[in-house]
C-alpha cells in the first residue's frame, strides 16, 4: 500500500481511459521498445495499480515508465474516450517523484527556475551581451545585405546572430533589443499596463532568457506594440511538468497577476501549461498573436530563390492546445513550406527529458536530424525553446547545413529584409 493520503490521481480522469489501444501507434516510445509498459495504455494501468494501493512509488516499473514518458501528450487527440494523459501524468508525477524520488537534476532546475531574481540578473546579463554583439555587429557593417545573408547569419550563430540581426535590421529591431534587455532589469514604464491592454504582454519564459534572449527580441520586433512588464517570474510548466503540479499553478497564476492582458508567449510549452490554469483565453502563442494581428510580411530567399522551410511542432502546443495550422500558414507566406513526415511527433527535448534521459533523447534526436536532411530543407522552424535547442544541438553535430531557427526569427528575417 501507498502512504498517499486520498487518491493520487483524479478517479474521473483515471476512469475514463476504456482499453481500446488506439493510442498505441500514436506514442514514440511504445514504437521504441514495442513494450505495453512503455505505451499511454500500460502506463495508465500502472496509474491504476497505483492508485488502489498494488503498487507503490518505490516499484521499478513504475519508476521507469515515469520517466522514461516523454510527455509529449501525442496519445491525446487520437483517444476516443478523451482521456487527458496530460493531466494524468502530472498527478502520477507529483507523487511518484515527491521529496527524494525525483530526479536531482529536475529539483535544481525547479529550484532555480522558481527564484525571480535568478531570471532578472540573467536578463541583466543576456540582455547586456546581447546589447554589445549587436552593437559590434552594426559598427563592422555587419547588417545583413538581404534574406538569405539574414538566415545564414542567424542560423549559424544561434542567438547572438539573432541578436546581431535584430540589432542591424533596422530601428525595430534594435528598438526591440532595449525593451526587451530594459523590461529584464528596469523598471517599466508607466503606460505598459494600458498598451498590453491592446496588444498583449510578452511572456520571457526562463528557457528564452538564458539561452534564446534573441527570440523575444524579434517577437518585439514583429509586434512592437507588445509590453514586456519587468521582473517577471517562471510560468510553472517545468515544475507542473516534472511532479510539483501545486507550485506549477502557483506561479502561472503569479505571472497572470503580474502581466497584464493576454499572454503573448513564443514557447508551446509555456502556452500550454499557462493557458491550462489560467484559461484559453488569456493565452495566446506566437503565431496565434501574428496571424490575429494582421499577419506578416517580406520573404526568405536563400542563393536567388525562396527558402525551404520544414517546421518541428511543440507536442505541448500541437497535442494540448490543437494549434497546429497557425505556424505552416505563416512559414508558407514568407518562405516555401515543406511538411516533415513526423513534423508533428517529440524530437526528444520533452521539458527535461533530454537532460535526464540523454541516451533515449538522443536515439529520437537523430531518426529526425536523418529525415530534416533528407527533406531538402535550408531552415527548420520552431515553436518552442526547448525544441529549437535540441533540433539545432542535433544539426550541428551532424555538420548540416540546414539551420534550426524560431517562428520569430524566421519572420523577422523576411520582414526585415523582405523582396
Ligand atoms: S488512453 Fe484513450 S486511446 Fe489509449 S487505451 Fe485509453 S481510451 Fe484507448
Ligand atoms: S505522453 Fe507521449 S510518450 Fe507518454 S504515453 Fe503519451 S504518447 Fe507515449
New binding site residues.
Partial sequence: MTDHQGPVLDPGLLSRCISCGF?LP?????AATGDEAS??RG?INLMRALQVGDLGPDDPTLREQASQ???????EPVCPAGVE??QL?EQWRDHQWRGRHRPLLARALMAAAGLRGVWRVVGRVRGAGAGRRARAGAGAGAGPAGPARAAETSGAAGSAGAAGSAGAAGPAGVAGSARVAGSAGVPGSAGAAGSAEAAGSLVLGCFERALFPGVSRAALALDPGLTVPPGQGCCGALHAHNGDTATGERLARRLGEDLPGTLVTTSGGCAAHLASVLGRDRVRELSEHVADRGGVRGEVRIDGRRARVALQDSCHLANGLGVRQPPRDLIARVAEYVELPSAGT?CGAAGTYSLLRPRESRRILAAKVDEIEAAGVDLVVAVNPGCLRQVRTGLRRRRSRVRAVHLAELLEMAAGGGV
Avoid: F
Fill in positions: 493510442c500514436a506514442c514514440p516510445t511504445y505505451s499511454p502506463r514518458c516523454l510527455g509529449c501528450r501525442a496519445c494523459y496530460g501524468l517529440c
